[in-house]
């Protein structure tokens, strides 16, 4: 069954950091970019990170740059993302999906999506 699994979300609070991982199973993600997309109550769905499948190529969107790192251990068949100085605007269910090689700003063009792990920033 091919699958991926997001987790490491997790109650923190402001100024904190997470690390949350992207595993997949039942396929080799090292043919797949692989983006981090977030979604908060009531808004729409946003990206916020993409690295490649290689590894060469990372995005990050304007409103965390700086605060976030993408990478990914293609041994380990995962990818993380590490959040730091975690702000309530960041509380939302953050999701990973995976495109063929190349980074896209378009959700649409992503194939398999995790169920989602939960970020919430509250003191």
């Known amino acids: 069954q091919l699958q991926l699994v997001e987790s490491g979300g997790g109650l923190v609070q402001p100024g904190g950091s997470l690390r949350l991982s992207c595993a997949a199973s039942?396929?080799?993600?090292?043919?797949?970019?692989v983006g981090w997309f977030r979604q908060a109550p009531g808004k729409e769905r946003e990206g916020v990170s993409c690295i490649s499948s290689s590894g060469g190529r990372t995005n990050y969107a304007d409103a965390v740059k700086g605060r976030l790192t993408i990478s990914r251990d293609n041994a380990k068949n995962t990818v993380y993302l590490q959040v730091n100085s975690l702000k309530p605007a960041d509380t939302a269910v953050y999701y990973c999906?995976?495109?063929?090689?190349?980074?896209?700003?378009?959700?649409?063009?992503?194939?398999?999506w995790g169920q989602g792990t939960q970020v919430t920033v509250s003191s």
């Open positions: 999906a995976t495109r063929r090689f190349y980074c896209s700003g378009d959700a649409s063009e992503y194939g398999y």
């Open positions: 039942g396929f080799t993600l090292n043919r797949y970019a």
